[in-house]
C-alpha cells in the first residue's frame, strides 16, 4: 500500500546535537512538506518542496534544513540553532494542485534533553 | 491573506450526542476547504473536502460539513458520536502555491 513512512517515532537527543528525521513516500506525489505541532498551536510550516533539487522556507524555518535529492524523501534536519527543538514533528505530501489534501505520515516526536 | 480560525478549543460531549465543529475563514474567493482529524500521537487523516458544488459535503466516518459563504464557516457534524471519536480536528484552507494553512485545532472529549 502506498503512504509515507516517518521515521524513529520516538528521538531523543542531547541540546546541542543535530538529529535527522526521515520521512519517505511512495504515492509518487510532487510535494512534500514539514510541519512542526506543539499543543495548542496548530501545525506551523517548517519548509516544503514542490520539486526534487528545491525547496522553500515555511513559516518558522530558522534552525531547521532540508534536502529534495530525489521524489520520494525529504528529509529534515533540527539543528543546534533550533532553540526548543522539542515537539511533535509531521511529514506530508500531496500532487501538486489546490484540489488535493495531504497525506500524513504518523509522526516523529523529538525530545531533547 | 487566507486563514482559519477554530473558535472552540475543547468540546466535551456525550456518547451518541451531536457534534458541531465551527471553522471560519477568511478569503475573497471560493476556497477550498478540508477538514481533518489527529488521534493522539498520529498523524492526521482527511474526513472531507470541499472546493465547489454542492454545498453540504459527505466525508468518511460519519462526518459531514457545510459551506456557507454567507458567514464565511464550514462546520463540521456528526449526528451521534462514538467514543472513538474523541480526538483533535483541524480545519484546513488552501493557501497560494498550493499550501494548506490550518487552524489551531478543536479537542474533542466523548463522556459515557
Known amino acids: 500500500d502506498g503512504g509515507i513512512t516517518q521515521s524513529p517515532k520516538y528521538l531523543f537527543r542531547k541540546e546541542g546535537q543535530n538529529v535527522t528525521l526521515s520521512c519517505e513516500q511512495n504515492?509518487?506525489?510532487?510535494?512534500m512538506y514539514w510541519y512542526r505541532q506543539d499543543p495548542g498551536q496548530g501545525l506551523r510550516l517548517i519548509y516544503y518542496?514542490?520539486?526534487?533539487?528545491?525547496?522553500q522556507k515555511g513559516d518558522i524555518a530558522e534552525g531547521y534544513s532540508v534536502s529534495r535529492e530525489k521524489k520520494e524523501s525529504f528529509p529534515l534536519t533540527v539543528t543546534s540553532a533550533q532553540k526548543n527543538p522539542t515537539a511533535f514533528y509531521l511529514c506530508?505530501?500531496?500532487?501538486?494542485?489546490?484540489?488535493?489534501?495531504?497525506?500524513f505520515g504518523s509522526g516523529t516526536r523529538l525530545t531533547v534533553v | 491573506a487566507q486563514s482559519v480560525t477554530q473558535p472552540d478549543i475543547h468540546i466535551t460531549v456525550s456518547e451518541g450526542a451531536s457534534l458541531e465543529l465551527r471553522c471560519n475563514y477568511s478569503?475573497?474567493?471560493?476556497?477550498?476547504l478540508f477538514w481533518y482529524v489527529q488521534s493522539p500521537g498520529q498523524g492526521l487523516q482527511l474526513l472531507l473536502k470541499?472546493?465547489?458544488?454542492?454545498?453540504l459535503v459527505q466525508g468518511i466516518k460519519g462526518f459531514e460539513a457545510e459551506f456557507k459563504r454567507s458567514q464565511s464557516s464550514f462546520n463540521l457534524r456528526k449526528p451521534s458520536v462514538h467514543w472513538s471519536d474523541a480526538a483533535e480536528y483541524f480545519c484546513?484552507?488552501?493557501?497560494?502555491?498550493?499550501?494548506?494553512?490550518f487552524g489551531a485545532g478543536t479537542t474533542v472529549t466523548v463522556r459515557a
Open positions: 506530508a505530501s500531496s500532487p501538486l494542485g489546490e484540489a488535493y489534501g495531504y497525506t
Open positions: 504515492l509518487n506525489h510532487d510535494a
Open positions: 518542496s514542490q520539486i526534487v533539487n528545491d525547496f
Open positions: 478569503y475573497g474567493a471560493t476556497p477550498y
Open positions: 470541499y472546493f465547489s458544488g454542492d454545498t
Open positions: 484546513a484552507v488552501v493557501l497560494n502555491d498550493y499550501k494548506l494553512s
